[in-house]
């Protein structure tokens, strides 16, 4: 084996340690493990390409490390704030690393896709479709956070703003996408609000317990998207209902209005509705102004284009529509059902078709495939 080539190659493998965000000292231990392995290795199985090899090498090294250094960190952390003894508490330290990943030398943003990649346990690709961006685009704003934060001592919890938004995100995503999250996102949702007495957060408390009280009505046979028009109510969970409702009333009552509390508003509406036909769209618009009022979101923008289409007609709901943009998902999925209450089957079943080659989810594909199709039958019958 040629060492000298591995004395070559050692400055070129450690820069690209230190551009993915290892420090220079972690670093350069890892590259001293990926030499030994090499010395050891390739003198009966030389790599094909030793650059690649020493890298990929080196890089697993730094990662196993740096989760030896971060496990040994959390443990000091659970020393140090560990409870006096007696009765065991119904807490563990999942919220506190929450805080301490929300890290106070991030924007929000960072912050939020970086806990959720860390602690919450969902990919770059799920993390990237609930910010609405290209997955490229979000593991280049994860791996900038990274190094903003590498060598900063983990010391310093984030704000309270920031942990709400990253459990309404971990709470979406275990409720509608490939992990099961959902449980664990109202588990610290409840132990926060027990914490800290605040209306926002009651009212993210609030607003996850009643959307998780209609999950068992939202597939059917195969993991089939029912819709919530055609949802069976019978099988919503009312003691959720009730409860979300309740912890509601009482955060909003401090007239402290945040935008998860004016979520929570509407889906209580939902929740009270006997009948789909029942449900009180007039009010749903008023708490969707209110919650654009409070956040500008373009994706409450939509939804309140669906609720005026509701309210006041599908031909007021396209009116609402021209102020979406359209290259926002879901916009084409939500003309497509305003054009088909005006009686525009052809164009909607198009847009329908169009929508599901865009979706991001298997079950949302496959319902707006059926969608499409069932129109393109109505216009041949």
């Known amino acids: 084996m040629n060492e000298a080539l591995l004395r070559e190659l050692v400055p070129a493998v450690l820069g690209v340690l230190v551009r993915r965000g290892a420090d220079f000292a972690a670093a350069e231990d890892a590259v001293q493990e990926a030499v030994i392995r090499a010395l050891q290795s390739w003198p009966?199985?030389?790599?094909?390409?030793?650059?690649?090899?020493?890298?990929t090498i080196a890089w697993h090294k730094f990662l196993d490390a740096a989760r030896s250094e971060t496990s040994r960190h959390g443990r000091e952390l659970a020393v140090e704030f560990e409870p006096p003894?007696?009765?065991?508490?119904?807490?563990?330290?999942?919220?506190?690393l929450y805080f301490l990943c929300a890290h106070p030398a991030l924007s929000p943003g960072s912050a939020v896709a970086l806990t959720l990649r860390a602690v919450g346990g969902l990919t770059t690709r799920q993390i990237a479709t609930a910010y609405l961006v290209p997955e490229a685009t979000m593991a280049q704003r994860i791996s900038r956070a990274k190094r903003q934060i590498s060598g900063q001592p983990l010391d310093r919890p984030g704000n309270l703003a920031t942990v709400l938004r990253v459990l309404y995100l971990v709470f979406n995503e275990g409720y509608s996408g490939d992990?099961?999250?959902?449980?664990?996102?109202?588990?610290l949702t409840r132990q926060l609000a027990?914490?800290?007495?605040?209306p926002e957060v009651a009212g993210l408390l609030a607003l996850i317990l009643l959307h998780h009280a209609r999950r068992a009505s939202r597939t059917g046979p195969g993991g089939r998207l029912v819709p919530l028009a055609e949802q069976d109510r019978t099988r919503w969970d009312t003691d959720l209902i009730a409860e979300g409702v309740t912890i509601?009333?009482?955060?909003?009552?401090r007239d402290r209005l945040g935008e998860y509390q004016a979520q929570a508003a509407i889906a209580a509406l939902h929740a009270d509705a006997p009948t789909a036909a029942e449900t009180d769209w007039a009010q749903i618009v008023e708490w969707y102004d209110e919650l654009l009022h409070l956040t500008g979101s373009p994706v409450v923008r939509l939804n309140r284009a669906v609720a005026v289409g509701q309210a006041d007609g599908p031909q007021a709901g396209l009116a609402a529509l021209r102020s979406v943009d359209p290259g926002l998902p879901r916009y084409t999925a939500v003309r497509a059902h305003l054009l088909e209450r005006v009686g525009d089957?052809?164009?909607?079943?198009?847009?329908?078709?169009e929508a599901a080659h865009a979706a991001t989810s298997t079950p949302e594909r496959d319902h707006l495939t059926r969608e499409a199709a069932r129109l393109r039958q109505l216009l041949r019958s």
């Not at 027990?194 to 605040?198: K, L, R, S």
């Not at 089957?345 to 078709?353: G, H, I, N, S």
């Open 85 to 96: 003894t007696g009765p065991v508490p119904d807490t563990d330290d999942s919220l506190w």
């Open 194 to 198: 027990a914490a800290t007495g605040d």
């Open 345 to 353: 089957l052809e164009q909607a079943a198009d847009l329908y078709a």
């Open 248 to 253: 509601l009333q009482t955060a909003l009552a």
């Open 179 to 187: 992990v099961d999250l959902a449980a664990e996102a109202i588990r």
């Open 44 to 55: 009966a199985d030389p790599p094909r390409d030793p650059k690649a090899w020493l890298v």
